[in-house]
C-alpha cells in the first residue's frame, strides 16, 4: 500500500513538472512554483489555478478601467469640492473590482483626484476577473513626477557630466534651459559642458545627497551636496571641490527635465 501512494505521488510530482513547462511554453512564466516542502496534490492545485487564470487572460479583451469598473459617476476636477470625499468613495469602488492603485505623498488631493479620473480610468487593461485576484498599478508606472524620479534625473546628469569615458548624454536636459541670469539653448548649454570637460585629463564623482526639494510656480528645485576631484590638463595633481549645488527642473511630456545646474566649480553659463 505505501509502494503504491509513493508510485501516485511521484507520478503526482511528474505531471507538475510537466504543467510548469508548459506554463513556460505557452505564457513565458518562469517564475519559481512551489517549493519542495509542498505536497505534491497542493503543488498540482496551484499549477492548475495559474494555468486557468493565464487562459482568462490571455482571452480577455482590453477595456479601460473606468469601464472594468462599471462607469462610476464621476464629478469633473473643475467642479469637484470636496476632493478627499470623492477619492475615498472612487477607491473603494476600484478596491471591489479588485483593482489597487498607490497614492504618492507629493500629490495635492485634488492632483490625485485628477490622475485618478483622467489618467487611471483612461488605462486600458485586461477584461478579466478571477476570485481573489488583484489586478495592482503603481502610479509611477503612469508619472514620472515624484521625488525619487527628480533626484535620480539631476544624479544621473551629473554623473554625465563628470565621465570623461564617453560622450556627455542629453537624456534629461532641457531643451530651454537657462543660467543664473538669462535663459540659454540647449545649445549653448553644450558648448559650456564641453568647455568644462575639455579642462580636465580626469573627473571623479565622489559623492552625492539630496538636501531638499522645493516647489515653486511649476518648477522644481534640488538642493543636493556634491564632492567631486578634477585632474587639470597637464597638472599631476586632483583638485577636490565639494559643497552645496541647485538643480531647476521643469515637466515636459511626463518627464523632470534639467533647465538649470549651480554646483561647486561649474554651472550653466554662456
Request: proline share 3%; hydrophobic share 40%; glycine share 6%.
Amino acid at each position: 500500500m505505501k509502494d503504491e501512494n509513493q508510485k501516485d505521488q511521484e507520478q503526482i510530482r511528474l505531471e507538475n513538472e510537466l504543467k510548469k513547462i508548459n506554463l513556460e511554453m505557452e505564457h513565458g512564466m518562469q517564475a519559481f512554483f512551489g517549493s519542495d516542502d509542498l505536497p505534491p496534490e497542493l503543488e498540482a492545485m496551484f499549477l492548475d489555478n495559474i494555468a486557468k487564470f493565464e487562459a482568462q487572460h490571455v482571452k480577455g479583451k482590453q477595456i479601460t478601467v473606468y469601464d472594468f469598473i462599471g462607469r462610476p459617476d464621476v464629478i469633473p476636477v473643475e467642479q469637484v469640492q470636496q476632493a478627499e470625499e470623492q477619492i475615498a468613495r472612487l477607491l473603494k469602488i476600484l478596491e471591489g473590482k479588485g483593482i489597487s492603485i498607490d497614492r504618492p505623498e507629493h500629490l495635492t488631493s485634488i492632483g490625485y483626484y485628477r490622475f485618478l479620473t483622467e489618467d487611471f480610468f483612461a488605462h486600458q487593461m485586461t477584461d478579466y476577473q478571477v476570485e481573489g485576484m488583484i489586478h495592482g498599478f503603481l502610479y509611477s508606472e503612469f508619472r514620472h513626477d515624484g521625488p525619487e524620479f527628480i533626484q535620480a534625473h539631476v544624479e544621473d546628469f551629473l554623473l554625465n557630466l563628470l565621465n570623461l569615458n564617453k560622450p556627455f548624454e542629453t537624456n534629461w536636459l532641457s531643451e530651454s534651459c537657462r543660467s543664473e541670469r538669462e535663459n540659454m539653448t540647449k545649445e549653448e548649454v553644450l558648448d559650456c559642458v564641453q568647455r568644462f570637460r575639455s579642462q580636465y585629463d580626469e573627473l571623479i564623482p565622489l559623492a552625492f545627497e539630496k538636501n531638499d526639494l522645493v516647489y515653486n510656480e511649476g518648477f522644481m528645485y534640488l538642493m543636493f551636496a556634491i564632492a567631486w576631484e578634477g585632474r587639470v590638463v597637464g597638472a599631476n595633481e586632483s583638485q577636490r571641490h565639494e559643497g552645496m549645488g541647485i538643480a531647476q527642473l521643469f515637466l515636459e511630456n511626463g518627464e523632470w527635465m534639467i533647465q538649470g545646474i549651480q554646483m561647486p566649480d561649474f554651472q550653466f553659463e554662456k
